[in-house]
C-alpha cells in the first residue's frame, strides 16, 4: 500500500519536499518512480520526475515488494530510520520496531506474531494493509539496510557481511543485493567511503546515519553521568560498554569523530548480531527522531524557546537492554543518580561476568536470575526496596515479566504498576526509555521540576503536569530540557560542547 498517490492527502506535501530536496525527510518515506522503476530518498539529487509517475510508500520494503529497486545514486538504505516507528504506539510500529531488533530473523514470523498477541496471517495482512509489505519482506529489507552498511563501510569479507546482516547463505545475500540495490555486492563495496581506513581485525567500524542538529553535549553526558562503573564509560564525546546479545557478549563504542560524524566500533561474538547492535545503538542514542519536528513544536512556547535555542536537537537515551533498565531504574528511585551508580556498580562487581572481547575485558551487568538469587544480600538500601528488585529480577527471570521495544505502551505500564515497589514514576521512565515514547512527563521527578523552576516555569507537581500539557505529544524532549535546566545536572553537560548538524558532514553513500 502506499502513504499517499496524486490527489490524496500528503500526496502534495511529500511532492514539494522531493522538488526542494529536504534531507530533514530522509528515511520517513521513499519516493518510487514508475518511469524508471527506481526508488529514491526524498533528497536524492536526480532529476526531480513527473508528478503522474510518482508514488509514495512509507517503506522501503513496500517498494521491493511493488518491484522498484534502490537508487545507486542516492542509496535510500543509507538514511536516518522514521521517527513515525516511535511516535506512533499502534501494531505496526510496534513490529518495526520488533523486526529492526531482528526478532524475524531470530523467532521467525511466528514469534513476531506472538510478541504481538496476533496469529501470523492476520499480522501479515494487517502489515501489508498499512505498510505495503508483511513481516518477511520487512525484514528482508532491514537485513539490505545492514548489509548495505557493512559493504560500503568495512573491509569484512563478502561471505563475513552476508552472515553479519542475517543472511542464512552467501547466495541469498548476492540474490537480495541484486534485486534491492540493482548491482552485485563486490560493486555495491566499490562505492565505499574513501574514509574507511584501516580497522583491527576482528572489528567493525560504521558511521551511523543521523538527521541533525545533534545535541552530542547532552548525549555523552548524560551516559557518562549514568555509566555503571565497570560496564559502561564515557566521556565528551564517546561512550563505551558491553552488553548481552542473542549469539554472546559484545563491546561497542559511539564516537562523535573528528568530522563531527558518530561513529560505531564493535566487536562481536557472533556476527549475525550486527544488525540487532546497530539497532539497538540507534536506540540508545535517539539517532531516528526529527529534531526539527521537535523543537519547533516545542520552540513555539516563548517560555521554552530560549532552552531550545539553547540547545538545539536535544535527544532522550533509550535502552540496550529493557530488563536492565527496569532493573537500574529501580534501583535508582528516590535517590541520586551518584549513589544509583555506586550501588548498580558494586551489583555488577559482585555478580556481573567478566568479559574479554578482542582484548577489552569489562563487566556485563548481572543476569536477572543472578539478581534474583543472590542480589538482596549486595544490594544496599530498605529492605522492602530489596525485596522489590528482586522479585522483578525474578519475574524476569522465569518470563513471567517480559519487557521489550514492541511492548504496547499502556499495558506496558499497567503490568509495572501491577508489582510491588514499582510506581508511576519508574514505570513512566521504564516506558520513556524503552519504548522510545516521546511524550512521557515524569511529575514526580525532583530534577526535572527543579529545573522547570530555573526556567521560570511551575514546578509543584500538579502546576508542573498541568503547565507540560502544551508540550505534547513532546513531552520526554521538554523532560530533557527541564533536566538539563536543573542545578543538579549542570556537569551533565560539562565539557560544553556545541550541537552539530551531519547534513553537512555526512559521508557520501
Not at 519536528?293 to 540547545?311: F, K, N, R, V, Y
Not at 523532560?479 to 555526512?506: G, I, K, L, N
Amino acid at each position: 500500500m502506499t502513504i499517499s498517490a496524486p490527489g490524496a492527502p500528503g500526496f502534495d506535501e511529500r511532492y514539494r519536499v522531493i522538488q526542494s530536496r529536504d534531507r530533514r525527510f530522509d528515511g520517513q518515506f521513499v519516493t518510487a518512480v514508475r518511469s524508471t522503476g527506481i526508488y529514491c530518498r526524498p533528497s536524492c539529487p536526480a532529476r526531480t520526475p513527473k508528478e503522474a509517475n510518482v508514488t509514495f510508500y512509507a517503506t522501503s520494503a513496500a517498494a521491493h515488494e511493488a518491484g522498484y529497486r534502490a537508487c545507486k545514486r542516492c542509496l535510500p538504505e543509507a538514511a536516518p530510520g522514521s521517527p513515525a516507528w516511535d511516535l506512533r504506539g499502534d501494531v505496526a510500529a510496534r513490529a518495526m520496531r520488533l523486526i529492526a531488533d531482528g526478532v524475524v530473523d531470530r523467532e521467525g514470523v511466528p514469534g513476531l506474531a506472538r510478541r504481538l498477541g496476533y496469529s501470523s496471517r492476520h499480522l501479515g495482512r494487517l502489515l501489508t494493509a498499512e505498510l505495503g509489505a508483511g513481516p518477511l519482506a520487512l525484514a528482508r529489507a532491514q537485513r539490505a539496510h545492514t548489509a548495505r552498511a557493512l559493504l560500503v563501510g568495512t573491509d569484512l569479507s563478502v561471505t563475513d557481511a552476508a552472515f553479519s546482516a542475517g543472511f542464512s547463505s552467501v547466495r541469498q545475500f548476492t540474490e537480495t543485493i541484486g534485486e534491492v540495490f540493482g548491482m552485485s555486492p563486490t560493486a555495491l563495496r566499490a562505492r565505499r567511503s574513501r574514509a574507511v581506513g584501516a580497522v583491527p581485525v576482528g572489528e567493525i567500524d560504521l558511521s551511523l546515519p543521523v538527521r541533525g542538529p545533534v545535541d552530542t553535549a547532552g548525549l555523552f553526558g548524560w551516559l557518562r553521568a549514568h555509566a555503571v562503573p565497570g560496564v559502561e564509560t564515557g566521556d565528551d564525546v564517546s561512550f563505551t560498554r558491553v552488553i548481552r546479545m542473542p549469539g554472546g557478549p559484545a563491546w561497542f563504542e559511539v564516537r562523535r569523530d573528528a568530522d563531527s560524524r558518530l561513529r560505531l566500533r564493535a566487536r562481536l561474538t557472533a556476527l549475525a548480531d550486527l544488525g540487532t547492535l546497530i539497532a539497538r545503538v540507534r536506540r540508545l542514542f535517539d539517532l531516528d527522531a526529527d529534531p526539527h519536528a521537535i523543537d519547533d513544536a516545542l520552540a513555539g512556547h516563548p517560555e521554552l524557546a530560549a532552552a531550545i535555542a539553547a540547545i538545539p536537537g536535544v535527544r532522550v537515551p533509550g535502552a540496550m537492554d529493557a530488563a536492565e533498565m527496569l532493573l537500574r531504574a529501580m534501583i535508582g528511585q528516590q535517590i541520586s543518580v551518584a549513589s544509583a551508580r555506586t550501588m548498580q556498580g558494586r551489583l555488577s562487581a559482585e555478580l556481573g561476568d567478566r568479559t574479554e572481547i578482542g582484548g577489552v575485558e569489562m563487566t556485563l551487568f548481572p543476569d536477572p536470575a543472578v539478581i534474583a538469587e543472590r542480589g538482596y544480600d549486595v544490594l544496599r538500601g530498605p529492605q522492602a526496596r530489596r525485596r522489590a528488585i528482586v522479585e522483578a529480577a525474578a519475574a524476569l527471570a522465569d518470563g513471567s515479566l517480559v519487557l521489550g521495544p514492541g511492548d504496547d505502551g499502556p499495558e506496558q505500564r499497567a503490568r509495572l504498576l501491577a508489582m510491588r515497589g514499582i510506581g508511576p514514576w519508574t514505570a513512566d521512565y521504564v516506558r520513556m526509555r524503552v519504548l522510545g515514547d516521546p511524550d512521557v512527563l515524569l511529575p514526580g521527578d525532583v530534577a526535572a521540576r527543579a529545573g522547570a523552576a530555573a526556567l521560570g516555569l511551575p514546578s509543584d507537581p500538579a502546576g508542573f503536569t498541568a503547565w507540560s500539557a502544551r508540550f505534547a505529544p513532546w513531552r520526554s524532549y521538554a523532560m530533557a530540557h527541564y533536566w538539563y535546566a536543573a542545578p543538579v545536572t549542570q556537569a551533565w553537560r560539562a565539557p560544553a560542547a556545541a550541537s552539530f548538524d551531519p547534513a553537512e558532514s555526512e559521508p557520501a553513500p
